[in-house]
């Protein structure tokens, strides 16, 4: 089993920044991929940025140029660094890792975006 932590969620006004972590209880360098979904009330969960285990990064169209997503294997923690916040990006945001043995997901932190 792997647990996954999340943190950095919040109430920010359009156009400001957040960023989110997720800690994993294993390590991660033996991840096949890392990840960062979301959903928005009434909508389905939708990926949004994620990082294979060779570095290469793929994101969202609605939020490319926005979104950073980075890994640090040391520290087993994946942070997604929002920039330029919507309001159409408020959703709950999930951490997803994928191991040899099946996905795994964090419980998800809220992220807000309004005036």
Known sequence: QVQLVESGGGLVQPGGSL???????????????????RQAPGKQRESVALI???GSTNYADSV?????????????????QM???KPEDTAVYYCKQTFWDGDYWGQGTQVTVSS
């Open 19 to 37: 960023r989110l972590s997720c800690t994993s209880s294993r390590n991660i360098f033996t991840a096949r991929a890392v990840g960062w979904y």
């Open 52 to 54: 294979t285990s060779s």
């Open 64 to 80: 490319k140029g926005r979104f950073t997503i980075s890994r640090d294997n040391a520290k087993n923690t994946v942070t997604l």
């Open 83 to 85: 920039n330029s916040l």
